[in-house]
């Protein structure tokens, strides 16, 4: 089992920046792929970026690309995503999952946070 708490989301204006952390507990951390997923209002979960259990790997959604940037210190448990340049379609609540593959789909993650939220204003 892995208990996973999201933060860092809030109001930030297009073109701003916002750093989420993803603090984990439970299972060994580093043996988990973990991924960022957000979800908009009316809209399906979708896949934003995932980094390998080393961080040597990361996989990005082809809409944040070159904004966004996830990065993992296993030595404190936690998984962090700069986003810079954001924009009002960004607006969503923000998942933090595990699982022990480097796959995309929401139903091949076995854990999740809560989530936090972004609005981003234009």
């Known amino acids: 089992q892995v208990q996973m708490v999201e933060s860092g989301g809030g109001l930030v204006q297009a073109g701003g920046s916002l750093r989420l952390s993803c603090a984990t507990s439970?299972?060994?951390?580093?043996?988990?792929?973990m991924g960022w997923f957000r979800q908009a209002p009316g809209k399906e979960r979708e896949f934003v970026a995932a980094?390998?259990?080393?961080?040597?790997?990361?996989s990005y959604a082809d809409s944040v690309k070159g904004r966004f940037t996830i990065s993992r210190d296993n030595a404190k448990n936690t998984v962090h995503l700069q986003m810079n340049s954001l924009k009002p379609e960004d607006t969503a609540v923000y998942y933090c999952?595990?699982?022990?593959?480097?796959?995309?789909?929401?139903?091949?993650?076995?854990?999740w946070g809560q989530g936090t939220q972004v609005t981003v204003s234009s």
């Open positions: 999952a595990a699982t022990t593959r480097m796959v995309v789909l929401v139903r091949d993650y076995d854990y």
């Open positions: 439970g299972r060994t951390f580093s043996s988990y792929v």
């Open positions: 980094i390998s259990w080393t961080g040597a790997r990361t």
